[in-house]
């Protein structure tokens, strides 16, 4: 079956503006999680999503970062007002069960901020 | 604040040897431990996910052992072939499935 998508699969953006990454999950899994991997912080996690809900958004480091999930199926991470430091693979992933379950990932969204 | 960390950064090995990654992390108190490859310009392919409550997990010529108490697992690949190259991340999981991240062994073996 389907994999988890995501797009774009690269984005070159100039820094201020805003920029939208969208994550497909595999459909029927209802937890959802954005990670971001960067050459100086190696990959680290950013938001999880439980259906709609976002039970943990321990990682999002700043509040230019958002993400929502519509309809317990596609989720969209928002990045306000892109910094330099922003710059870095997005990855997203789901998994079929709350705890003790293995996460499917995505191909990642390469995001360059200029 | 848990930590995860994995010796070596990186290895090269000629190809049939077999070979042992190590990862290690500070708070015992895990749900799991998975294992992943992850090849160049590409996203994360799990490899093996061991629960708290196990002590090892097997596939094909992968073998992922776990000891919480001290905080540690390896992965051990036998007969290793040039297909194996790739960075393999170990990751632990708590109550959420939060995975924490170690840094990675890049691994090259050599025809």
């Known amino acids: 079956g389907a994999g988890v998508s995501q797009s774009p699969s690269n984005k070159v953006t100039e820094k201020g503006k805003d920029v939208e990454l969208r994550c497909d999950p595999i459909s029927g899994h209802t937890a959802l999680y954005w990670y971001r991997q960067s050459l100086g912080q190696g990959l680290e996690f950013l938001i999880y999503f439980q259906g709609n809900s976002a039970p943990d958004k321990s990682g999002l480091p700043s509040d230019r970062f958002s993400a929502e999930r519509t309809g317990g199926s596609v989720s969209t991470l928002t990045i306000q007002r892109t910094q330099q430091e922003d710059s870095a693979v997005y990855l997203c992933?789901?998994?079929?069960?709350?705890?003790?379950?293995?996460?499917?990932f995505g191909p990642g969204t390469r995001l360059l901020v200029l | 604040k848990q930590e995860v960390t994995q010796i070596p950064a990186a290895l090269s090995v000629p190809e049939g040897e077999n070979l042992v990654l190590n990862c290690s992390f500070t708070d015992s108190a895990i749900y799991n431990l998975q294992w992943f490859r992850q090849d160049p310009g590409k996203g994360l392919t799990s490899l093996l996910l061991i629960q708290s409550s196990q002590r090892e997990q097997t596939s094909g010529r992968l073998n992922a052992s776990l000891d919480k108490s001290s905080g540690r697992s390896t992965l051990y690949i036998a007969a290793s072939q040039p297909g194996d190259s790739a960075t393999y991340l170990c990751a632990v999981g708590g109550a959420t499935n939060k995975l924490i991240f170690g840094t990675g062994t890049l691994l090259a073996v050599q025809p």
């Open positions: 992933a789901s998994s079929s069960a709350r705890v003790v379950e293995t996460q499917y």
